[in-house]
């Protein structure tokens, strides 16, 4: 599989692409940790939201999917009506589902959206929102350009 570095100004550029998409109002962003954090907070600053929690989820180790996905770090969301939930990728989708499955079941009167930057269409699920399809393994600049 082609490695594709992701660079800032791209994800600049699909973020402004992605919040033109949107059209439902949220209290909360809540992105996933970590693949969704620089999105959760650049969204919470243009949507001016200071309720910018995480919800953390192991499926990879490295490049290698895990066979399950274990979700924590649940905030504590019992006086909000509408999070968007906010993640890189929706690759295989089975991270998405955990989340949702595990939040549903906590806060079952809480509306649910969800977007990322990347989706590719074979995933179980399909985000609220989506810009665009990865061609090849991400390797985004949050993970790379420290190294």
């Given at each position: 599989m082609s490695k594709i570095y992701y660079p800032y100004k791209e994800f600049k550029e699909d973020l402004k692409a992605l919040t033109h998409n949107i059209d439902q109002e949220f209290e909360v962003i809540l992105?996933?940790?970590?693949?969704?954090?620089?999105?959760?907070?650049?969204?919470?600053?243009?949507?001016?939201?200071?309720?910018?929690y995480a919800i953390n989820t192991i499926g990879y180790n490295g490049t290698k999917k895990l066979d399950e996905v274990t979700v924590f770090n649940i905030p504590n969301l019992s006086e909000i009506k509408r999070v968007l939930i906010v993640d890189d990728i929706v690759d295989s989708g089975e991270t998405l589902v955990e989340v949702l499955k595990v939040?549903?079941?906590?806060?079952?009167m809480i509306e649910f959206y969800t977007?990322?930057?990347?989706?590719?269409?074979?995933?179980?699920?399909?985000?609220?929102w989506w810009v665009?399809?990865?061609?090849?393994?991400?390797?985004?600049?949050?993970s790379e350009d420290l190294k």
């Open positions: 992105p996933i940790a970590r693949g969704g954090l620089s999105m959760g907070q650049m969204l919470g600053e243009y949507y001016n939201i200071r309720k910018v939040l549903e079941s906590k806060y079952p977007a990322s930057i990347f989706y590719k269409p074979t995933a179980i699920i399909e985000p609220t665009k399809e990865p061609k090849g393994w991400i390797e985004f600049f949050w």
